[in-house]
């Protein structure tokens, strides 16, 4: 793995991954002689990284022997994972989020600076349909940043319902500019949202847009631009899809990330509030009053409308019939997996 880092002052340090060079396979063991109780339940383990997404799908439904577990299942492929003979679906709700970074500075001269703009386009955009129809329901729509399976998820925020009339008032309050095009960028796998996005728009605020698909080549180029924060963006909204490597403190690792002074997702001047509020919470060591602050962060960012707020997606996997796979929010592991006698390496013995 190739990786950027531009360290900035207080040794905050942001990485950008620009290549992962993987070997075919990897190989792992079991060590018998661990010192803990808890034990492997698998002798051997390769993970492969010479198949295609297509050709793992295609051998862990169509056959056995080849491929036990294929991760990050897209969800328009679930229904051939459950109608398949050999393979059936997995999913949880896992701790990733998709929302959209507001362009906020001052240079932009779209009014994104303005909470009622924002707000708009949070009632203008319908995040249900998106959860339904673009992740065939295998997502949750969410009412700021943190899952309602997270600690520190206020459980009284509840997504914004679609609201058209709603969406133009506070539009018309905030004076979009006439024919100025709301910019929407997206990699290709989220095209198709940005333009359920962009139609939502239209139809709510009577406003175009213009949706800048951003080609891998410059993937690097624009995600460096961001945590540089040297240039004011090119775009108005950002679909950037994250995630949570623990469900302890997504404010940690997600809000920090996107809202934070040394945020690499932050997109706008810096916010005092937030950086009080966050500051609060990392000097408390008591649980119980470091849930309620974290509530309070993420209401904060709902009341605000700091980031187009849409769904965390399910991590999906296509299992073999005969693996007991345990799946994480977190991260893929196979510490609690396990295989039955009537698995294809067991009945050859």
């Not at 990284?49 to 295609?58: F, H, K, R, V």
């Not at 991760?71 to 929302?99: C, F, G, P, W, Y």
């Amino acid at each position: 793995m190739t990786a950027i880092q531009r360290v900035r002052p207080k040794f905050v340090a942001t990485n950008l991954i620009t290549g992962e060079d993987r070997t075919p396979r990897v190989v792992l063991e079991a060590n018998r002689d661990h010192n803990s109780g808890r034990i492997a339940r698998l002798e051997r383990v390769v993970f492969r990284n010479d198949l295609s997404p297509q050709e793992a799908l295609d051998a862990v439904c169509d056959h056995e022997g080849e491929i036990d577990i294929v991760s990050e299942v897209a969800a328009s492929d679930a229904r051939r994972v459950q109608d398949s003979e050999h393979a059936r679906l997995v999913t949880i709700d896992a701790n990733r989020m998709l929302t959209g970074v507001f362009n906020t500075y001052e240079a932009n001269d779209a009014p994104l600076q303005d909470v009622r703009m924002r707000e708009a386009l949070n009632w203008a955009v319908d995040r249900h349909r998106i959860a339904e129809e673009a992740f065939s329901g295998y997502a949750t729509p969410l009412a700021a940043l943190t899952p309602p399976w997270c600690n520190g998820s206020d459980g009284e925020l509840e997504p914004r319902r679609r609201d058209p009339a709603r969406a133009k008032g506070l539009a018309d309050a905030a004076a979009w500019p006439a024919a100025r095009r709301l910019r929407i960028a997206a990699d290709g796998s989220l095209e198709a949202i940005a333009a359920m996005i962009a139609a939502d728009v239209h139809d709510a605020l009577g406003i175009d847009s213009e949706i800048i698909v951003v080609a891998p080549e410059q993937g690097i180029p624009t995600a460096r631009a961001l945590v540089e924060k040297k240039l004011t963006p090119f775009w108005d909204v950002l679909l950037n899809p994250w995630f949570d490597l623990s469900s302890d403190n997504p404010i940690a690792f997600v809000h920090r990330e996107f809202f934070g002074h040394d945020g690499g997702f932050r997109a706008g001047p810096l916010d005092p509030e937030f950086d009080r509020m966050f500051a609060e919470l990392a000097r408390t060591i008591d649980p119980d009053r470091s849930r309620i602050l974290a509530q309070q962060i993420d209401r904060y960012v709902y009341d605000q409308s700091k980031a187009l707020f849409l769904c965390a997606p399910n991590a999906l996997y296509a299992v073999n019939r005969h693996v007991d796979f345990k799946a994480y929010r977190a991260t893929f592991e196979l510490a609690d997996t396990q295989v039955s006698p009537q698995h294809w390496s067991r009945r050859e013995h």
